[in-house]
């Protein structure tokens, strides 16, 4: 843990398991105006961050995030990451790679937006979902020939 660097302790604490401590912790160290967005949410509010967190604990079994790369400049920490989970309606581990924003202002987290593809590291892997997915991939898709 690094309780001298607000920005890298959270970070720390992204990767810790999301066992009801470590969520308050987080959660605690939120801005009360604290905004989450990523491909699926924009949620707001302690409140909203919180869900998030809570949601990725219920819908995920051996859930592990890791920072690949962090890079921290004005209260800013751009990361990449790698997820890897089994989600509860599958025994398929799936692995997700995205990068992250967070933004803090006096030591709180005053924005979360991830970025990360879900047509390509999850529509293309549902059934009748991804067929259409592969079928626009190769349709966008630039040839070199």
């Not at 843990?1 to 959660?27: G, S, T």
């Not at 987290?109 to 593809?117: A, I, M, S, V, Y």
Request: aromatic content about 14%.
């Amino acid at each position: 843990m690094n309780q001298e660097d607000p920005i890298m302790e959270f970070a720390y604490r992204l990767e810790r398991p999301l066992q009801d401590e470590n969520i308050e912790w987080l959660v605690d160290h939120c801005a009360k105006d604290v905004i989450f967005l990523d491909p699926f949410n924009e949620l707001s509010g302690p409140t909203g961050y919180r869900a998030m967190l809570n949601d990725v604990r219920e819908r995920c079994r051996e859930f592990q995030f890791t920072w690949c790369h962090t890079q921290t400049s004005n209260n800013v920490l751009m990361g990449r990451w790698k997820m890897t989970f089994i989600p509860t309606t599958s025994h398929k581990t799936w692995v997700i790679r995205g990068m992250s924003e967070l933004t803090f202002n006096d030591g709180l987290l005053c924005r979360h937006e991830d970025h990360w593809d879900p047509g390509s590291q999850i529509f293309v892997h549902v059934p009748w979902i991804g067929r259409l997915w592969r079928f626009v991939y190769r349709r966008l898709k630039i040839n070199q020939g």
